[in-house]
């Protein structure tokens, strides 16, 4: 191996490096990501370790412009023989493809030219002991809930830490620190009758260890969760209005956020595509993508192409104001960038969410499920279901039965089916439930009527 | 015989790589392995009539693990300097009770695969980017050509290249060079505003002329545009409990979703699995008899060896209706006393090895699959699936249809869109009564996420009646 390139403060430098080369090589556009990290991750099952796992990582990527044909390349492997191969290999690759009349970086005016903090990193550094200690306490709170809980699929507990830099032939160069921690636990809960199981987990994530829920808050919460689940049945087929509560409205934030996305959109692979200003929802919906809420799980000072990010108001009031976009799938549209690019190592850009979600009601969890009379509180949703270019939706799910207005016995064994668009028009009430558990969050959403397929 | 794979292509001598061993099977470890990991992926697609992305990506880097007991403890690098072993050594030992006391680790026995199930040249693999150009185009000509509503197709090819060696405390020193590729054409028509999607795939542990053979890169196109096509015109699923047949090949995803996570070993070692306490049970009609397979030469879900350089087998999982098996890594076997199946399979040198499915499906049985069909008053017959996921606690398993077709009076009538199936792992085979002569194998675009990990894996399954299930439609 020749010499390593591994120097944090070296990046910026090797950035510029590899986009001179780059240019040499006959790249008349080209930009550059490079990003680093550390990971802990460590498993508890039953009080003691069962799997503990370190590392370091590092990525570049890299992506040229010969005229209006790009490609995009990546390694691991840093060092100059290797990065110079890369070079001339995307260059090579981006000419064996054709051109693409919008294809190219973002109009220099663009790039973000300030790159405000907003807080993504925390510098607290645990040793391996005190994640040990904080994995084997969420476990052991959900294990002493309830006699119910007998078994553990473990308790977790993640950190990680990392940088990105960003740098581009227009002469941006944008890099941000962040950091992450997270616990979670998935307790079984046994039926003392019947012997039947059911698992659930809950879990807590933020940038701030600080911030972090205890340990003791997420195990009884799991706990809770998973106890709930005994004894569940299936019921008849029928129509029903039905209550997603936030973990499975957040799923339904993921589908709206899919369907705006710039790529699904000029494919004509959404249900979406020509709704622009069209109204998709009752007027208490509004919707936004926020990349500069501080701290946020999806906060950034700038995008996967180095543009600002921003707030965008994706529905107001019921409407459909704005698509997710980046400069690529903006300019298939006809539109500007919204600063959603999102761009993993080794990838062409693609439009990701930032912080992404659904703007809180008033009403407490217990009055909209107050106002069903017969009907479903959802609380689990598996498979995939759904068809984006139609809207068409089937679901696995799990959850509660309502009887007039209270939760009355878990329900298992069904399906909820239906269309996102009369889903998403069928909203009848949102709670005040958001938190933040990830990049898309919603609070609680009643839905007026779906089909429901079990017995 | 496969290619025997050399350290030197990562830099390192075998003393080197003896001595992290050492250093990482202390006294209190019970088993210790390093796996080295090479692996190029690359990527051309096209959209738009235009293939206008094409992607390189490179990873190198190494794996090392310890177990003791239970536990296990692992660390990776992308750095392959001698250093950068004995760091991830020490951190893999860091879960063994007494950090020192290195063991003598037997000299490694340099072996290599008994079997080649894809012998595919390097040369082979590394076809020029025109020629991956070419069949995109002529993929989209055809899809077109099928019918003029259709009106975007995209199509991507991926090939993968990975050269791994595995090094292990019980005294091996094993490689092996993975292909992989898949090629998968999506389909959008539009008729009077209304449009639809289609999809189609395959590919294997293959090399760039298994596209070419009949001529299989355009059947892929016109299947993706057909089934655009067909759902233009599908009405609305059926709801409720309801006879299902099920056509041959890809509708194999029930098995992998129903019954094969059930039966890795982790969960019933943990008793997390509903199929805990079932070993010996009737799980199953007994016209089902279940395989998981990763000797089949060619296919996506085949090894040579697994992860952990045991040689891939033939498991029988359930046999005329009985659960005979699980599925292993050798954490897992050794842990619970039983065969190690060559299942101890992990994404990447990032990733710990968990016992995994290779090829998993169902023997051919004697019914006449229109018979099968002929029996059923009124239900779905599903041909084509997307994706599907399970709970393993409590079994309960989905996975969704997305070309399907009602059966009424005995006959295949109107297409229907797409809708979800869910049903109970341990009860669903029992209600098989019908098993198809005609067992197919599916394309070769399957993947298994678990814990994370996504690797290839294969399904099959014969025509097969289920007498009752619920499917998700919107029509009571």
């Not at chain 1, 002493?144 to 473990?154: I, K, L, P």
């Not at chain 1, 689990?380 to 009887?403: C, H, K, P, Q």
């Not at chain 2, 235009?50 to 090392?64: E, F, I, M």
């Not at chain 2, 296990?72 to 950068?84: H, I, N, P, R």
Request: with cysteine.
């Amino acid at each position: 191996m020749s010499q390593q390139i591994q120097q944090r403060d070296g990046y910026s430098q090797l950035a510029s490096d590899l986009l001179a080369k780059a240019k040499r090589g006959g790249a008349t556009e080209a930009d550059i990501i490079i990003a680093d990290g550390e990971t802990f991750s460590v498993q508890v099952r039953l009080g003691a370790v069962d799997r503990l796992t370190k590392a370091r990582e590092k990525h570049l990527g890299l992506r040229v412009f010969v005229g209006k044909r790009s490609a995009s390349t990546s390694t691991s492997d840093f060092s100059a023989d290797s990065l110079d191969r890369l070079v001339t290999e995307t260059c090579t690759l981006a000419k064996a493809v054709v051109e693409d009349q919008v294809s190219g970086l973002p109009a220099a005016d663009q790039m973000a030219r300030e790159q405000p903090d907003v807080d993504l990193y925390d510098s607290t550094k645990l040793n391996t002991e005190q994640q040990i200690e904080l994995a084997k306490r969420v476990e052991a709170a959900a294990m002493s809930m309830d006699e119910r809980v007998t078994n553990s699929e473990g308790g977790d507990f993640d950190s990680s830490s990392g940088r990105v830099v960003l740098g581009n032939s227009h002469g941006f160069l944008g890099e941000y620190q962040s950091s992450s921690f997270s616990m979670s636990v998935s307790p079984i809960a046994t039926d003392p009758e019947t012997g039947a199981m059911q698992r659930d987990a809950w879990y807590d994530v933020q940038r701030k260890f600080a911030k972090l829920a205890t340990p003791e808050s997420v195990g009884l919460e799991a706990a809770r969760r998973t106890v709930r689940k005994l004894g569940a049945k299936k019921v008849a087929t029928q129509r029903l209005p039905v209550i997603f509560d936030s973990e499975t409205a957040g799923s339904l934030m993921g589908n709206l956020c899919s369907a705006v996305s710039g790529y699904s959109l000029y494919k004509g692979a959404s249900f979406l595509a020509g709704q622009l200003d069209k109204s998709l929802a009752p007027e208490y919906v509004t919707v936004y993508d926020d990349g500069r809420v501080v701290g946020g799980l999806g906060s950034r000072p700038f995008d996967g192409e180095g543009l600002p990010t921003r707030k965008t108001t994706v529905v107001e009031r019921g409407v459909l104001k704005s698509y997710l976009l980046d400069t690529y799938s903006g300019r298939k549209l006809g539109m500007a960038s919204t600063g959603n690019a999102s761009r993993s190592v080794g990838e062409n850009p693609s439009v990701g969410p930032t912080n992404f979600y659904l703007a809180p009601g008033t009403k407490t969890v217990q009055d909209i499920i107050k106002t069903v009379k017969q009907g479903l509180y959802v609380t689990d949703l598996i498979g995939f279901g759904i068809n984006m270019v139609t809207g068409d939706y089937s679901r696995g799910a799990a959850g509660f039965w309502i009887e007039r207005g209270e939760l009355a016995y878990p329900v298992e064994e069904i399906t909820i089916a239906g269309n996102l668009k009369e889903m998403f028009a069928g909203i009848e009430m949102i709670g005040n439930d958001l938190v933040f558990r990830g990049r898309i969050a919603s609070p609680t959403v009643k839905i007026a009527e779906m089909m429901v397929a079990g017995n | 015989m496969g290619e025997l794979v050399q350290l030197t292509s990562f830099g390192l001598t075998e003393g080197e790589v003896l001595g992290a061993l050492g250093r990482v099977k202390v006294r209190d470890v019970d088993y210790a392995d390093l796996y080295f990991e090479s692996c190029v992926s690359e990527s051309v697609s096209m959209e738009e009539s235009l293939v206008k992305r094409a992607t390189k990506s490179v990873s190198q880097g190494v794996g090392v693990r310890a177990t003791a007991g239970e536990k296990t403890g692992f660390a990776y690098s992308d750095e392959l300097t001698k250093k950068d072993l004995e760091l991830a050594a020490d951190t893999a030992r860091y879960i063994a009770n007494s950090p020192r006391g290195a063991e003598q680790v037997p000299a490694p026995v340099r072996r290599r695969p008994t079997r080649d199930l894809y012998p595919i040249e390097r040369v082979q693999a590394e076809v020029a980017t025109a020629d991956r150009v070419s069949l995109l185009n002529a993929i989209d000509a055809e899809a077109r050509r099928y019918d003029p509503r259709i009106k975007n197709v995209m199509a991507s090819f991926n090939t993968e290249y990975k050269v791994v060696i595995v090094a292990t405390s019980d005294g091996t020193l094993i490689g092996d060079v993975q292909p992989l590729s898949r090629l998968q054409v999506t389909c959008i028509a539009e008729e009077n505003g209304q449009r639809q999607a289609g999809s189609f795939g395959g590919g294997g542990r293959v090399g760039f002329q298994f596209y070419h053979e009949d001529d299989r890169y355009l059947r892929f196109a016109r299947e993706a545009a057909r089934e655009a096509i067909l759902n233009l015109s599908a009405v609305d699923a059926p709801a409720g409990v309801m006879p299902v047949v099920l056509g041959g090949g890809w509708p194999g995803i029930l098995l992998h979703e129903a019954i094969g996570h059930g039966l890795e070993a982790d969960f019933n070692r943990k008793k997390t699995s509903a199929f805990s306490n079932l070993l010996g049970k009737r799980v199953a009609s007994d016209v089902c008899t279940i395989v998981d397979d990763g000797t089949l030469p060619g296919r996506r879900g085949s090894l040579n060896m697994d992860d952990e350089g045991t040689p891939t087998g033939r498991t029988t999982l359930i046999e005329n209706g009985i659960l005979c098996g699980y599925i292993t890594d050798k954490l897992n076997a050794r842990l619970m006393g039983i065969p190690l199946t060559g299942n101890g399979r992990r994404e990447s040198y990032k990733s710990v090895v968990l016992p995994r499915m290779t090829n998993t499906f169902m023997l051919a049985g004697t019914s006449d699959p229109e018979e099968i069909i002929r029996s059923v008053d009124r239900g779905l017959y599903a041909v084509t699936f997307g994706g599907g996921q399970v709970d393993i606690t409590n079994g309960k398993f989905v996975f969704s249809a997305s070309e399907a077709y009602l059966i009424e009076g005995g006959k295949v009538t109107r297409p229907v869109k797409g809708a979800t199936l869910i049903g109970s792992g341990p009860e669903i085979l029992t209600k098989v009564s019908m098993v198809g002569h005609d067992l197919k194998l599916d394309e070769g675009i399957g993947t298994c996420g678990k814990d994370g990990q996504s690797v290839p894996v294969g399904v099959g399954l014969p025509t097969i009646r289920i007498d009752e299930i619920t499917v998700g439609g919107t029509q009571q």
